[in-house]
């Protein structure tokens, strides 16, 4: 979770939402990813959406079984599709995300298969989000 919560500090610096993600497979990082939608005007440009590409291209392979994804916010629920597609392995996630966060549309959007855990950095994860939106404010 701590490389995730880098790639989010990435993001933050960049203007961008700071959420950031890893995919790790065999305690190895193969896909990493940071909110880049307005970077590269795209609203797909997740960072779970840009780190799931980067472990299939590594993997060759659409499936990521055997893969976990650590991420700093709970995946919004085009994320979660993603996820499910993927069927991968484990879901870290550090904060919830009570307002577009899957869990809020529906608990059960992730691949029956896939084990779901919270809270791992959760408080640095969340202070950088409210950080964020403080500054936007200003």
């Known amino acids: 979770m701590n490389e995730a919560l880098k790639q989010a500090k ?3 610096e960049e203007g961008e939402i700071p959420v950031g993600a890893v995919v790790v497979s065999k305690n190895r990082i193969i896909g990493r990813g940071y909110n880049q939608t307005e970077k590269l005007q795209d ?3 997740h960072a779970e959406m840009l780190a799931i590409t980067s472990a299939a291209n ?8 055997e893969c976990r994804m650590y991420v700093t916010l709970e995946p919004c629920p085009m994320c979660a ?7 991968i392995g ?16 529906n608990e059960h959007m992730l691949h029956p298969k896939t084990k ?23």
């Open 58 to 65: 590594y993997l060759g392979s659409k499936y990521l079984p």
């Open 10 to 12: 990435m993001a933050f």
């Open 81 to 87: 599709g993603a996820l499910y597609w993927s069927q």
């Open 43 to 45: 609203v797909t440009a």
């Open 116 to 138: 779901v855990y919270t809270g791992l950095l959760k408080e640095e994860s969340e202070s950088l989000v409210l950080e964020f939106f403080r500054k936007l404010r200003e």
């Open 90 to 105: 484990e879901v870290h996630y550090a904060a919830s995300d009570s307002k577009r966060g899957f869990h809020h549309c």
